[in-house]
């Protein structure tokens, strides 16, 4: 009886001390791979930053993200608001058959003009031609599968903004070929990405409007699955836990090419690796299975071609679609500005260009400000 | 610290009860003002000193006025630079930066002020440390005699940030022994996770709604859109504030003490008088009881009357904020109270009651329009379009409406007593067993919405 009346205050302060307990005691990680993220270090107790709050708010931030099983709460959360009709978790939507998709949010259209403005003022002032491709998202092409009423032209305005305002450099636009495709596997379910048939659409595409391509035909080409676990940023960032994995294919043969990716700053150094790196396939950030993941400058050397050379300006959906662009061109430099911080036009003239591709997707290209570094 | 934080719900609340409980009841105080200082100081370090401050003005000030009570001019002369001394403070605070704006729109110059960061719950602390050398002037309660339990009161954690508004009067007699019974804490702790849920699960997630209306440009709403905003937004606050009282209540009782109560269902009010009867019932109080009955109050005729609601109006919505949508806010309902005083409650007694209720949720959602936007020319724009948008509504809208419909309707239940009048009806051993169980059901998923929580202010801080 005495257990019975008191029992809200046994059970309410019992969860509370075993996750006080918990937390002190579990060992603290210092990268989530779930969030893909790095987390909140133990704060110091400095005089200083005790007066300006700061030690407050990094505790704050300590506690909730070391806090026990925090990737099940994650999944309790999105699991209650989607019992409760909402379908979009920490901006993802959650469409037909557990598909994932990133929103897209309006971009702000003077920064657009910003960057379109860089992009043709650099292309005049370089001699190789220039071609823009801005990649559409799945949220984009497949919006039939979004949740009911999701009706969003966001993305598609914004891309039809960017090429209408762009003068000189050739507009490559991809949307076509997607959309004709679009009930096909084109974006993995779980991930941002395109997959690598999607990659494959779009460098069909690519090649018969870049000036330097010796063309490949890509219609005989067999997948190969890899790994058939893929659970990508999407589904960690949502908390949709209980959706499918996706699987990654490749249709390029690895050894076909060489590849050396170099450290930032280290130019006469570089690394030699693959088209694929086999042990990403372990890890949680498996998509970092094509080119090895994140580096400022990737080289790609194709022997068996004559010389023709493509300098790539991308982000990470370029890391697919280069097995294929290695076999319409002998050399191909990838630069990401995120990392790549010397001079471009320095880059072009010690390096043999013959032409320029700056290749985005749309939402990166919307919210990635070191477009200005081009003309910097 | 705000209440609904992991870092206070899982270390600071067990460590500071698991010693006040352990402390000797005549010694808790003191453990419970040190508790008070690392709460307010968490969020406000410099503050905390200008907290300590108010407290030491006031409580001497208590002293003073007790020890010259026999001679009333000298009394009086201490309580009334009491009062100016608090009243710069909070100015100085809060409404020197509008202050000097609103001269410079008048007279067209051009002087500057550094910008002040508003110290967190300082109109609450204030007008409670106020409240004590008057309530001593008046000889309501005899001065306090020891700093540390004056100054435990004006600090005390759960209601020092955004009440409920706790007179001296109310508590001073529950410091002689605190000892919180087992009763006492069960139902504290069933307040505060009430009040925890009404926060985390209701009002953030409404607030995702007017957040998302309130980011458009007005002008672009449709009909249905502005008013979907706007409630949410009406839904939004009384779930924050109402909230924040139920957990501050909720810790008072795990502490041993016993506040007064801050809303009663407002939304179920049939007329605006009703609804401030039932709305912030500590702030509502103290004005009529400080302000407005020492101006006269109903006591020197009709005009009198109208002059000094229209007074105590302008006050309390400037007390919300120092922008003068909140006066237009607050002389709105002045006007209201007065148009029913002179007859339309007369009136509303011959109409039926929806038509009353109606009437009253329909004031009082245009009302949070003036209150919430505070540009003038976006306030009128979104009143016309929640009047005359000539787009009906769009997909977003019922994407927005559909993607949150139960929890809307939730908001809606809960804004009424329906439940409370459903547990009567059911047997009072299937409540006691399915009741902790409800509630701590409650707790697992709020501390959900904690972990991964990308949208948690409180609206009542800015006050």
Not at chain 1, 112 to 131: C, D, G
Not at chain 1, 193 to 219: E, I, N, P, V
Not at chain 1, 307 to 335: G, M, N
Not at chain 2, 281 to 309: A, E, H
């Amino acid at each position: 009886m005495k257990i019975k009346s008191n029992i809200l205050i046994y059970l309410f302060f019992g969860i509370i001390l075993v996750f006080l307990l918990l937390f002190l005691l579990l060992p603290k990680h210092t990268f989530s791979q779930q969030e893909n993220r790095v987390l909140q270090e133990k704060p110091e107790l400095k005089a200083s930053d005790v007066t300006a709050g700061v030690f407050m708010e990094n505790t704050d931030r300590y506690i909730a993200d070391h806090f026990p099983l925090r990737d099940t709460w994650i999944t309790v959360k999105a699991a209650c608001e989607y019992a409760a009709g909402k379908r979009n978790s920490n901006g993802i939507y959650y469409g037909k058959d557990g598909q994932l998709f990133p929103q897209f949010n309006v971009p702000d259209y003077s920064k657009l003009a910003q960057k379109i403005e860089w992009i043709n003022s650099w292309s005049s002032s370089v001699s190789a031609p220039v071609s823009l491709c801005l990649i559409p998202s799945a949220t984009d092409i497949q919006r039939d599968c979004l949740p009911a009423h999701t009706v969003n032209t966001a993305e598609e305005d914004a891309i039809r903004f960017c090429y209408d305002n762009l003068s000189g450099p050739q507009a490559i636009d991809l949307r076509p070929v997607l959309t004709e495709h679009k009930n096909e596997k084109i974006y993995y379910r779980t991930d941002h990405h395109w997959t690598s048939y999607g990659a494959k659409l779009a460098f069909d595409t690519l090649q018969d409007h870049l000036y330097y391509a010796q063309h490949s035909d890509t219609s005989n080409l067999n997948a190969t699955t890899v790994c058939d676990d893929f659970y990508g940023t999407s589904y960690s960032s949502s908390g949709y836990t209980w959706v499918h994995p996706d699987t990654i294919e490749t249709y390029i043969d690895g050894n076909c090419a060489s590849v050396e990716s170099f450290v930032a700053g280290i130019w006469n150094e570089p690394q030699s690796s693959g088209l694929y790196d086999e042990t990403k396939l372990n890890g949680k950030d498996k998509y970092s299975y094509f080119l090895g993941g994140i580096s400022p400058l990737i080289h790609i050397h194709n022997s068996d071609l004559s010389p023709s050379s493509l300098l790539l300006i991308r982000d990470s959906y370029s890391d697919s679609i280069a097995p294929f662009l290695s076999q319409t061109y002998s050399d191909i430099y990838l630069v990401d500005l995120r990392y790549y911080k010397d001079s471009i036009q320095q880059f072009i003239l010690e390096h043999p260009v013959n032409e320029i591709l700056i290749m985005y997707s749309m939402k990166n290209f919307a919210e990635d400000n070191n477009l200005g570094l081009l003309i910097g | 610290m705000v209440f609904s934080s992991l870092t206070f719900i899982y270390v600071f609340l067990p460590v500071v009860l698991l010693g006040y409980y352990l402390i000797p009841s005549k010694a808790k105080y003191y453990w419970l003002f040190l508790a008070n200082l690392v709460f307010y100081g968490w969020g406000e370090p410099v503050y905390v000193l200008l907290m300590l401050f108010s407290i030491i003005i006031n409580f001497v000030s208590g002293l003073f006025v007790e020890h010259f009570s026999p001679s009333p001019a000298k009394s009086k002369t201490v309580l009334v630079i009491t009062i100016i001394t608090d009243i710069m403070l909070l100015g100085y605070f809060k409404y020197a930066g509008f202050i000097l704006q609103s001269f410079n729109a008048i007279a067209g110059s051009n002087y500057t002020w550094k910008d002040i960061i508003l110290p967190l719950g300082i109109s609450f602390y204030t007008f409670q440390a106020m409240s004590y050398p008057i309530d001593v002037y008046w000889k309501k309660v005899p001065a306090q005699k020891n700093i540390l339990i004056f100054g435990t009161y004006i600090s005390m954690f759960p209601q020092l940030i955004a009440g409920p508004i706790v007179r001296y009067e109310q508590i001073s007699r529950q410091f002689t022994g605190i000892n919180p019974s087992r009763s006492q804490i069960t139902s504290g702790v069933q307040r505060f996770i009430i009040g925890l849920s009404k926060k985390v699960l209701i009002a953030n997630n409404v607030g995702l709604i007017w957040d998302h209306y309130s980011s458009l440009l007005p002008s672009s709403l449709s009909l249905m859109g502005a008013w979907l905003g706007i409630v949410a937004f009406t839904l939004q606050i009384y779930f924050d504030f109402s909230g924040y009282s139920d957990m501050a209540i909720g810790l008072g009782k795990m502490l041993g003490f016993s506040f007064p109560e801050n809303f009663r269902f407002p939304y179920m009010s049939d007329s605006i008088t009703e609804f401030w009867r039932r709305w912030h019932m500590t702030l509502g109080s103290w004005f009529r009881d400080y302000v407005y009955i020492p101006l006269g109050g109903n006591r020197k005729g009709l005009l009198r009357q109208i002059i000094n609601i229209l007074i105590v109006w302008a006050i309390t919505g400037l007390w919300h904020g120092a922008s003068w949508n909140f006066v237009l806010w607050g002389l709105y309902y002045a006007v209201l109270l007065i148009i029913e005083k002179l007859f339309l409650l007369r009136l509303q007694k011959h109409l039926p009651s929806f038509i009353n209720h109606l009437y009253a949720l329909f004031a009082v959602t245009c009302g949070w329009v003036l209150f919430q936007i505070t540009s003038l020319g976006d306030m009128f724009t979104y009143l016309r379009a929640m009047f005359s948008s000539s787009i009906v509504y769009t997909g977003s809208d019922l994407y927005m409406l559909l993607s949150n419909a139960v929890v809307l309707i939730a908001a809606f239940f809960f804004s009424t007593d329906w439940i409370y009048r459903i547990g009567e009806k059911v047997p009072e051993k299937t409540v006691s067993a399915v009741k902790p169980i409800i509630l701590i059901l409650l707790f697992l998923i709020s501390t959900a919405f904690l972990v991964n929580d990308t949208y948690n202010p409180f609206l009542y801080f800015r006050f």
